[in-house]
């Protein structure tokens, strides 16, 4: 039972553009989200949360919106460089358990 | 400061063989955690360790057992590999409670024949 899910295996985006990564969740015991940036051969490196009290959250080029009543949450890098090619991971967890339960990645290239 | 740091970076086992993947962190956290990553499926939670003393099962916590050697230091064991286990295992270490961010290691890559 796939309680986050990312289904998009893949997104390509030309550079300049903004790109979007969604993620859809079953259990509506989250109640903090997290968005992370993995390249090849390195362990993932967070990039942005939002609390489920908040419907949207900016960090720079990167904003996370969450949508509570639709189980969705997406994040949009704006505008998209090469360098943020990359697996984008989102994972939820609830307050209190440390179990964090992570999407299966979407795999972001930007196109130079 | 190095953060979170695994060894070994690869390993190849056989069947029934049994190993420890190491794990440490230098920023003072609580929470440790491992997780592996296999094809389509996401980083699955494999057991974590809440506060020095304490540890608890994930969602994939069959074949393997953890050890919260001291605060710094978070070792998984297989005791009788399987196939099934080859996979990319990464340690993760955060400040105790909930809403904090994780800090990943660079991962152990191990192949199980």
């Known amino acids: 039972d796939q309680q986050v899910k990312q289904n998009s295996p893949s997104l390509s985006v030309q550079e300049g553009r903004i790109s979007i990564l969604n993620c859809d969740y079953t259990n509506s015991m989250f109640d903090y989200f997290l968005w992370y940036k993995k390249y090849p051969a390195e362990g993932p490196t967070f990039l942005i949360s939002i609390s489920s009290i908040k419907d949207k959250n900016e960090d720079g080029r990167f904003t996370v919106f969450l949508n509570k009543s639709a189980k969705h949450l997406s994040l949009h890098i704006v505008p998209s460089q090469p360098g943020d090619s990359a697996v984008y991971f989102c994972a939820a967890t609830t307050s209190g358990t440390y179990k964090y339960i992570f999407g299966t990645g979407t795999r972001l290239k930007v196109l130079a | ?113």
């Open chain 2, 1 to 113: 400061n190095a953060g979170v740091t695994q060894t070994p970076k690869f390993q190849v086992l056989k069947t029934g063989q049994s190993m420890t993947l190491q794990c440490a962190q230098d920023m003072n956290h609580n929470s440790m955690y491992w997780y592996r990553q296999d094809p389509g499926m996401g980083l699955r939670l494999i057991y974590y360790s809440a506060s020095e003393g304490t540890t608890d099962k994930g969602e994939v916590p069959n074949g393997y057992n953890v050890s919260r050697l001291n605060k710094r230091e978070f070792s998984l064991r297989l005791e009788s590999a399987a196939p099934s286990q080859t996979s990319v295992y990464f340690c993760a270490s955060s400040e105790q409670g909930s809403y904090n961010e994780q800090f990943f290691g660079p991962g152990t890559r191990l192949t199980v024949l």
